[in-house]
């Protein structure tokens, strides 16, 4: 397999985005790409690039926290869209799956979910120590590939840091809870801030590794501050990410998602149950994705490990990410 690179972000929506003027929500799956569309990703994020790249160099993932579908997502000058104006602009500029569920609740099954096609019976928040994980993950895909991970954890006091120190929550680093991932004290490093250390030097030189979690604070995840703070850090990370040489080259794609809804119960199904509180949003970018997009079609934190795995070129699917009932989301992006 082609050593590929990916980018997995946890982090939360910002304030503004430059959106293109008459760009709107489409009534199919993919919006027209008109020639107007086919324009640098400086002056609009997507719809500049014609077809989509059979596998991807870069895949980037912001995983956000404890909010639902309809707390964040609305017309503009909404209550949803006025305390999330970033993650609205960047839907409409782009692409929105508006039937996207978690897996189940609390937080930590979610992502191991994510990283791994099961919960491994975690129904709880517990520390690696507590609720090892001893299954392959999408980081050993990678690495057997041939390819690079880095996790950049935003507070975090040290590499591979298997405890909390607070604003770091263990919780949303999921490959502390995997002994058998290679690398961990190697890989698993401090971020620094939106303006400064290790991320922002790797997204401005254009040398992205294979695969790269970022993972925010409890305030910039929004689970312990207000959504407009992690709104407002998002606004900062994002555009590095879209004005960085890696995504100007139309080989990468990113996906800003939430790990759960707000409320829930733990332990609860979301592949069974419909509530609002395993209703979450999720926003597809990438240079082939038509401006406006909207995809009813149920998916949910599965599809998203499928969909990266394929974008990676990786046939061998994990866990659930296999399940017939589990789709890719590329065929209804246009990734």
């Known amino acids: 397999m082609r050593t590929v690179r990916v980018l997995l ?4 929506a910002g304030t503004t985005a430059v959106v ?3 760009v709107g929500p489409v009534l199919a799956d993919r919006a027209p790409l008109t020639a107007a569309a086919r324009v640098s990703p400086s002056d609009q994020p997507c719809g500049w690039r014609a077809s989509a790249p059979k596998t991807y160099d870069n895949v980037v993932w912001i995983v956000l926290e404890n909010h639902s579908y309809g707390e964040l997502v609305g017309d503009p000058g909404s209550p949803a869209d006025l305390q999330a104006p970033y993650l609205n602009a960047l839907a409409r500029a782009c692409g929105l799956a508006t039937d996207f569920r978690a897996i189940t609740h609390p937080s930590l099954p979610n992502y191991l979910a994510m990283v791994s096609g099961r919960t491994g019976g975690v129904d709880r928040s517990c520390t690696p120590a507590q609720c090892p994980q001893r299954r392959r993950t999408v980081f050993d895909q990678v690495h057997d590939a041939g390819g690079r991970w880095r996790v950049f954890a935003e507070a975090m006091p040290g590499a591979c840091r298997r405890t909390d120190a607070y604003p770091y929550v263990v919780r949303h680093n999921p490959p502390t809870y995997f002994p058998g991932t290679p690398g961990c004290r190697r890989n698993d490093l401090p971020m620094g801030t939106p303006e400064s250390g290790r991320l922002v030097n790797v997204l401005a030189e254009g040398r992205l590794p294979d695969l790269t979690l970022v993972i925010p604070d409890q305030c910039h995840n929004t689970h312990d501050c207000e959504v407009p703070a992690g709104d407002e850090w998002l ?5 590095q990410v879209l004005a960085g040489p890696d995504y100007r080259a139309g080989r990468t794609a ?11 119960v733990a332990g609860q199904s979301c592949r ?4 609002e509180s395993c209703h979450i949003v999720t926003v597809a970018v990438a240079a082939s994705v038509g401006p ?15 969909t990266t795995e394929r974008m990676l070129g990786i046939r061998r699917l994990l866990g659930h990410a296999a399940d017939d009932r589990t789709r ?8």
Do not use: H, K, N
């Not at 972000?9 to 939360?12: E, K, M, N, P, R």
């Not at 990113?254 to 829930?264: H, I, P, R, W």
């Open 254 to 264: 990113l996906f800003v998602t939430y790990d759960e809804g707000a409320g829930g």
């Open 292 to 306: 406006g997009t909207r995809v009813g079609t149920r998916y949910d934190l599965y599809a998203l490990l499928e």
């Open 9 to 12: 972000a946890v982090a939360l």
């Open 272 to 275: 069974r149950d419909s509530d």
């Open 20 to 22: 293109p003027a008459g």
């Open 235 to 239: 606004a900062q990370v994002v555009p």
């Open 328 to 335: 890719s989301m590329r065929p209804a992006f246009g990734m």
